[in-house]
């Protein structure tokens, strides 16, 4: 679908506890004190045409091209007619109910850097690159880590609340916290419980700490504080595993904002209704879109 001729619809916050897919008859069902920092606001709400009759992977499909760890490998994403279609634009964000789509790009204990490729035409999954030559982490990352669709981390646009860095123009960052490993492309119905604000040789470069609604201890945890109850130690695991991965390639160790600390679920919330708002600027070509791929 042309970036030229989607339809981005924009509702205000919902309070149903069952809503009915976009042009499908199956409905879905979706259950809804801290010392981090807060803020409420609504969410904007983008609608697009999907099925959710799963607990994750709605009606999309992968499709690999290439070998895996090639410099040719791509994960494509095809709807049920076997379209091309894209995982950042394509797939929704919000599925209701403070619930969000989170996409895999690298599975828990695993090092090949994979990511959407935001410049390529329908933006499949490949292990990045540099100076020619697949990347990889210098140890496995132990969450499975991916973005949030349909958002996007303005490079124009600074932060005042975390030293006025400007987004580093990707699509939000996930680390799903539960005990699967999944595989690159899933996509999963996440809550989001924390925030931690990555600065990345000065760009921001958010981390939104969320659990699938599949994962055992999907209903013990609703907010930062219920991570430190449940998950203990896995907070400060996450932001040292980000601070320090650069380091064994004679890199500085990245920083963070907002007090070194993870911010709540609200203030989650809010850097994802920010980064949609963005995103959806940014497909209506409100904003230049540079050498990004609107399709």
């Known amino acids: 679908m042309a970036a030229a001729v989607r339809v981005i619809a924009v509702a205000g916050h919902s309070t149903a506890t069952a809503s009915s897919c976009l042009l499908f008859k199956a409905p879905f069902a979706l259950k809804r004190g801290s010392n981090a920092l807060s803020f409420n606001k609504g969410r904007r709400l983008s609608k697009r045409l999907f ?19 090639t410099l040719d490998y791509r994960v494509f994403f095809e709807d049920t007619s076997g379209k091309k279609i894209s995982p950042w634009h394509d797939v929704p964000l919000h599925l209701g109910d403070g619930v969000f789509s989170f996409i895999v790009e690298i599975p828990k204990e695993s090092s090949a850097k994979m990511e959407v490729a935001t410049d390529e035409l329908y933006t499949p999954i490949k292990q990045d690159t540099k100076k020619g030559k697949l990347r990889y982490y210098p140890y496995n990352i132990n969450w499975n880590y991916g973005l949030l669709p349909q958002t996007w981390e303005d490079p124009s646009l600074a932060n005042s609340e975390v030293e006025g860095a400007f987004g580093d123009n990707d699509p939000v960052d996930v680390v799903e916290i539960g005990e699967t490993r999944r595989k690159i492309g899933d996509i999963l119905k996440v809550k989001p419980l924390a925030a931690l604000a990555m600065i990345d040789e000065g760009e921001l470069d958010w981390k939104i700490v969320a659990i699938s609604l599949d994962d055992p201890r999907a209903s013990l945890v609703n907010d930062v504080d219920d991570v430190e109850k449940h998950f203990p130690g896995t907070l400060t695991a996450i ?8 380091i064994p390639d004679g890199k500085p160790a990245n920083k963070f904002g907002l007090g070194n600390k993870a911010a709540n679920k609200d203030y989650a919330l809010k850097v994802i209704a920010e980064t949609n708002e963005s995103w959806a600027k940014l497909v209506k070509r409100s904003i230049p879109a540079g050498e990004l791929s609107l399709l």
């Open 51 to 69: 099925s959710c009759n799963a607990i994750y992977n709605p009606q999309f499909q992968t499709k690999q091209e290439g070998q895996p760890e």
């Open 239 to 246: 932001r040292d595993w980000f601070r320090d991965y650069k």
